[in-house]
């Protein structure tokens, strides 16, 4: 289990470039596995806890913090098949989107349920590879990412989050929707039995038998999968410089958390 830092928050200098050479390669992972990665996609509902409030509160905070700013520039990373753009699109379709994915699978995806929106642009490439060669360009309004910076480690959060920094305009915002440690292994027992219920109440609702879905829950800690606390990842973004830094939902180990440049 990755240790819990506590405030405050020290970076370790020059540890980045040893953890690029030796991290696992995204096309070697499970999301770039098109059948894995669409059967997650069809069943999303059922694995990601209150998946529809938590698009609720996306646009609520879209609304009261972003929307009424000009020519707005957002960027979504690891945008998967698009759904966190295409909700902001239904509430600005103006909005000039780019979207990074490592999966070109996912970036077609993404293409496919953005058809008929203007200005949405796409660039194929991992965390690692946007944290490494510097691809992102120009700033941006509000960058938001949903259920992907888990699967790179707290170094490559942090300097991930710094990249994030210097891409956002001066009161531009990041919100990250995701999954998050537990702090104690006590809680986690409960946070997992509370997902367990959740997708038990909807096989029920959907007349859905065997155990299939309950494999989600184990594999959340293994292989390409790296959870780290909340805590660790607050202290982070106020460390970089964010303000505004809060947990703006939590449901187990289910959170969004963000802050403002």
């Known amino acids: 289990m990755s240790a819990i830092l506590n405030p405050p928050y020290v970076p370790i200098p020059g540890i980045f470039l040893l953890l690029f050479e030796v991290m696992i390669e995204f096309n070697k992972s499970e999301w770039a596995n098109a059948e894995f990665s669409q059967e997650y996609i069809e069943n999303s509902d059922i694995y990601i806890v209150e998946r529809r409030r938590l698009l609720e509160i996306l646009r609520s905070f879209y609304n009261h913090f972003i929307n009424k700013k000009p020519n707005i520039r957002i960027l979504d990373l690891g945008c998967g098949d698009g759904i966190i753009t295409h909700e902001l699109l239904k509430v600005n379709n103006s909005i000039s989107a780019t979207l990074i994915d490592?999966?070109?699978?996912?970036?077609?995806?993404?293409?496919?349920?953005?058809?008929?929106?203007?200005?949405?642009?796409?660039?194929?490439?991992?965390?690692?590879?946007?944290?490494?060669?510097?691809?992102?360009?120009?700033?941006?309004?509000?960058?938001?990412?949903?259920?992907?910076?888990?699967?790179?480690?707290?170094?490559?959060?942090?300097?991930?989050?710094?990249?994030?920094?210097s891409h956002l305009d001066t009161d531009g915002y990041f919100l990250n929707i995701d999954v998050v440690l537990a702090p104690t292994e006590a809680l986690e027992r409960w946070y997992l039995l509370l997902w367990k219920e959740w997708i038990d109440e909807r096989k029920t609702l959907l007349k859905i038998e065997g155990n299939y879905f309950d494999?989600?829950?184990?594999?959340?800690?293994l292989?390409?999968?790296?959870?780290?606390?909340?805590?660790?990842?607050?202290?982070?973004?106020?460390?970089?410089?964010?303000?505004?830094?809060?947990?703006?939902?939590?449901?187990?180990?289910?959170?969004m958390y963000g802050g403002k440049k």
């Open 223 to 255: 292989a390409e999968n790296k959870p780290d606390t909340l805590d660790a990842q607050i202290e982070a973004l106020k460390y970089i410089g964010f303000k505004d830094v809060d947990c703006f939902y939590k449901y187990g180990i289910f959170t």
């Open 215 to 221: 494999e989600i829950i184990k594999r959340y800690k």
């Open 102 to 165: 490592g999966s070109e699978d996912m970036l077609n995806k993404a293409r496919k349920r953005l058809t008929g929106f203007n200005h949405t642009h796409f660039i194929k490439a991992s965390f690692q590879e946007i944290i490494d060669k510097n691809l992102v360009q120009g700033n941006f309004d509000f960058i938001v990412s949903s259920l992907a910076i888990h699967h790179i480690t707290m170094d490559e959060k942090e300097a991930l989050f710094r990249s994030i920094y």
